[in-house]
């Protein structure tokens, strides 16, 4: 089955404590991007990939750090989270910017 | 301005209704529209894709694109329940960036 797998789904974290939350797609896609989701901001663009070792800013990079060592994986890197990173995250992947981009389930955290 | 902009919501709708969903995009040169179907707690799904002027018509969907106007609008014919969720317009502008709306909420009441 052709998905986007994020892990974990769910995490409560504190301030400063470093977290890594991986993606991973099966789909043999290019094109990878990470967005977090708040209310009433809708998804925005925090980084994205269009190949292995290829990453850019998206629109709220600050505080994220991103690498695409493998083409399947994906992991979004908060360094030393604070609260208002707190977000609900999705991660997507796509086989080129024309074509239709696929979601993962989500990770929703929290952070203390 | 926002890149992408659409009505707050919520939206109520009776079940069998037309309900009408707008979006107003910025970048004139835009050239690929889609909107998302959001459930609560889960992740965005694909229901349309617009890429020239007119109608294009997918069962009870329909998604009307303006590019004169930068307007793109999505119809939900006869209404149902499960069509309550939050619909999100979508931009890919030049550098094949996408630009998501903050979403219209729909509730559909039976």
């Known amino acids: 089955e052709a998905q986007v797998t994020q892990n974990p789904r769910y995490l409560i974290t504190v301030t400063g404590k470093k977290l890594t939350v991986t993606c991973s797609q099966n789909m043999n896609h290019e094109y990878m991007s990470w967005y977090r989701q708040d209310p009433g901001l809708g998804l925005r663009q925090i980084y994205y990939s269009m190949n292995v070792e290829v990453t850019d800013k998206g629109d709220v990079p600050e505080g994220y750090k991103v690498s695409r060592k493998e083409k399947r994986n994906f992991p979004l890197i908060l360094e030393s989270p604070s609260p208002n990173q707190t977000s609900l995250y999705f991660c997507a992947s796509r086989t080129s910017p024309m074509e239709t981009q696929y979601f993962g389930p989500g990770t929703r955290l929290l952070v203390l | 301005q926002k890149e992408v902009e659409q009505n707050s919501g919520p939206l109520s709708v009776p079940e069998g209704a037309i309900a009408s969903l707008n979006c107003t995009y910025s970048?004139?040169?835009?050239?690929?529209f889609f909107w998302y179907r959001q459930y609560s707690g889960k992740s965005p799904e694909l229901i349309m894709s617009i890429y020239s002027n007119g109608d294009k018509e997918d069962g009870r969907f329909t998604a009307q694109l303006n590019k004169a106007s930068q307007y793109v609008s999505l119809l939900i014919r006869d209404s149902q329940p499960s069509d309550s969720a939050t619909y999100l317009c979508a931009v890919r502008s030049r550098d094949y960036k996408l630009s998501f709306g903050a979403g219209t909420t729909v509730t559909v009441r039976a």
């Open positions: 970048d004139r040169v835009s050239q690929s």
